[in-house]
């Protein structure tokens, strides 16, 4: 994992370079770049996770379809503002890439670790299939008086734990990142596909004042979805 430039907002993901890299923004000159990584799961299937990169990230070997690579940073959310309203968007921030010359010997390719405070009052329902599941929206401090605004999901007993969760807890979870695809109705009834990126929870903590906890640690993902 990454190390301690912001403890409480840590990712690694690794995976193959599925995009082109798009330039994003410029800060004090310096210019910035979001390209798509494909992240593979247990099972088959995959996650197409967007990324934010530096132009110093890049200089020392070409970055470009195809190419496996590990990322180091943080998650990150950001307002953008459209024809459609407010949007929130997310992305991986790298601070750190490394070039993987053999694929299979990644061994754990998406984790994160978050420590932050529950801004939504939590959402637990059931599926028509009865899987539990609960929406934690996690904010996440950095510096400068920001915030990122994490969209959580837990699963099984963790979801029936989060349920009870109010709003300010101070929470630590772990999980990987996931892209789920859905299709949402424009005003013009034009039906159009959308991806969504959630934290998919392994395991929760609530942080007291005096630094203890209590936890629920069961994995409940189920890496199909």
């Not at 410029?26 to 967007?50: A, C």
């Not at 939504?120 to 009865?130: C, E, L, M, N, Q």
């Not at 807890?169 to 990987?176: P, Q, S």
Request: glycine content about 6%; proline content about 3%; aromatic content about 10%.
């Amino acid at each position: 994992m990454v190390g301690n430039i912001i403890e409480n907002n840590m990712v690694t993901i690794s995976g193959k370079v599925v995009s082109g890299l798009e330039f994003s923004h410029e800060v004090y000159g310096e210019g910035f770049y979001n390209f798509i990584l494909e992240v593979p799961r247990l099972s088959d299937s995959s996650d197409r996770i967007p990324v934010t990169i530096s132009e110093r990230l890049i200089t020392k070997q070409k970055l470009e379809i195809g190419k496996i690579i590990e990322v180091e940073g943080q998650f990150r959310s950001y307002n953008s503002y459209n024809n459609e309203g407010n949007r929130l968007l997310l992305t991986v921030f790298a601070r750190e890439i490394n070039f993987i010359e053999d694929e299979k010997s990644i061994k754990n390719p998406n984790q994160i670790y978050l420590n932050g405070f529950v801004c939504k009052k939590p959402v637990y329902r059931s599926t028509p299939f009865g899987r539990e599941i609960a929406d934690i929206l996690l904010a996440v401090n950095r510096p400068y008086n920001k915030s990122d605004y994490i969209p959580c999901i837990a699963w099984g007993r963790n979801a029936r734990y989060a349920e009870n969760f109010s709003i300010g807890e101070n929470l630590k979870v772990w999980g990987r990142i996931q892209s789920r695809e859905y299709q949402k109705k424009l005003e013009s009834g034009e039906v159009v596909t959308k991806t969504a990126f959630e934290v998919s929870v392994s395991k929760l903590e609530i942080c007291s004042g005096d630094n203890k906890h209590e936890s629920c640690v069961q994995d409940d993902r189920n890496d199909n979805l």
